[in-house]
């Protein structure tokens, strides 16, 4: 079985994470939000449900942990992933966002259980008008096998 060096693909999101953070912001939302989005994995096949918090770093960066939750066929599987989104400048409509992180992934079939920890590359788009926030996002998960999820949710502004 041949491994990848993920060390590249870290030093490109770093990169891209300063490069963002030096951007000035145009009326960027400062808010923590809480969201729950429905999704599919094209690896595995399977639905997912999950949930996630948004914490602004800066005025572009923010911390974005979810948790997800599959539905296979048998046993069960859920992700733990603490990723970190970077916000595009963008004139005012949906905002652009970029970032990766670190993804846990578990897997229980009867005896057998299986961990694996990984990277996670994602984007999306969102709207950030109001105090629901729509919002698209696909999110390669690289570990053993890659994994490519399209996601769909909705965020909810906290602390208005």
Not at 108 to 136: A, I, V
Request: hydrophobic share 40%; no cysteine.
């Amino acid at each position: 079985m041949r491994r990848r060096s993920w060390s590249s693909h870290a030093v490109l999101l770093g990169s891209l994470v300063v490069a963002m953070v030096a951007a000035p912001s145009a009326g960027a939302q400062t808010s923590t939000h809480v969201g729950m989005r429905l999704g599919y994995n094209f690896r595995t096949e399977e639905p997912v449900l999950s949930a996630n918090l948004t914490v602004p770093m800066t005025n572009r960066v923010e911390f974005y942990p979810s948790i997800d939750i599959y539905a296979p066929e048998t046993g069960n599987r859920m992700g733990f992933n603490g990723d970190v989104k970077v916000i595009f400048p963008m004139p005012p409509g949906p905002q652009l966002y970029f970032g990766g992180g670190l993804g846990i992934m578990n897997r229980n079939e009867g005896d057998f259980s299986d961990t694996q920890m990984g990277l996670n590359l994602l984007m999306g788009l969102e709207s950030r008008t109001g105090w629901l926030h729509p919002f698209g996002e696909a999110k390669l998960l690289l570990r053993d096998r890659s994994q490519l999820q399209l996601i769909a949710g909705l965020n909810l502004t906290l602390g208005r």
